[in-house]
T-cell receptor, first 113, second 115 residues
Framework: AQSVTQLDSQVPVFEEAPVELRCNYS??????LFWYVQYPNQGLQLLLK??????LVESINGFEAEFNKSQTSFHLRKPSVHISDTAEYFC???????????FGRGTSLIVHP | DTAVSQTPKYLVTQMGNDKSIKCEQN?????MYWYKQDSKKFLKIMFS???????INETVPNRFSPKSPDKAHLNLHINSLELGDSAVYFC??????????????FGNGTRLTVT
């Protein structure tokens, strides 16, 4: 079985401050990990992914996430957020094989001016 | 060009009616999904099709019936709509790649309101 826990349902932060959105997963096999972002009234879009290799992965808009196998975590970070980063963020795990991706409950990032 | 397109975008209907939501993907993917997102943003998998065959059918009332006429289309028909069916329904697609699914591509959702 596989599961994902996003510990924070809502994260308020001021513009230009750093932010971390937490994600922990559970799986009995190797995993592939993803972060998706959902802007208001839109579908989810892939933000970044970890498949193998370097444990630190980056997106084109300044977000990064680090795969930590010992802590079964894949936290998302950004050193300085913008108003436009306000959105819902979903962590997802895929154990491959016969599994389909499982999504966390989402974290609402609210960036205040 | 929209990769995953759903129609309609909004659907308002009365209890007891039957409605359909259509989904098409032009990415050449072999797997398609329907997800339901509730008012708290929780995403729940409903169905998954691989090469037109049903592979996942989560605990969903049998009033919901998916149909996949070909690999590029996955439609969702809902009979006898109930108030609790009000939600945003997302279609998504992915490609099976040597042991895992590629990242999902989502449509923009269909907001269903049952009155």
């Amino acid at each position: 079985a596989q599961s994902v826990t996003q510990l924070d349902s809502q994260v308020p932060v001021f513009e230009e401050a750093p932010v971390e959105l937490r994600c922990n997963y559970s799986s009995s096999v190797s995993v592939y990990l993803f972060w998706y972002v959902q802007y208001p009234n839109q579908g989810l879009q892939l933000l970044l992914k970890y498949l193998s290799g370097s444990t630190l992965v980056e997106s084109i808009n300044g977000f990064e996430a680090e795969f930590n196998k010992s802590q079964t975590s894949f936290h998302l970070r950004k050193p300085s957020v913008h108003i436009s980063d306000t959105a819902e963020y979903f962590c997802a795990v895929d154990s491959g094989g016969s599994y389909i991706p499982t999504f966390g409950r989402g974290t609402s990032l609210i960036v205040h001016p | 060009d929209t990769a995953v397109s759903q129609t309609p975008k909004y659907l308002v209907t009365q209890m007891g009616n039957d409605k359909s939501i259509k989904c098409e993907q032009n990415l050449g993917h072999d797997t398609m999904y329907w997800y339901k997102q509730d008012s708290k943003k929780f995403l729940k998998i409903m169905f998954s099709y691989n090469n037109k065959e049903l592979i996942i059918n989560e605990t969903v009332p049998n009033r919901f019936s998916p149909k996949s006429p070909d690999k590029a289309h996955l439609n969702l028909h809902i009979n006898s709509l109930e108030l609790g069916d009000s939600a945003v329904y997302f279609c998504a697609s992915s490609q099976w790649l040597r042991g895992y699914n590629s990242p999902l591509h989502f449509g923009n959702g269909t907001r269903l309101t049952v009155t």
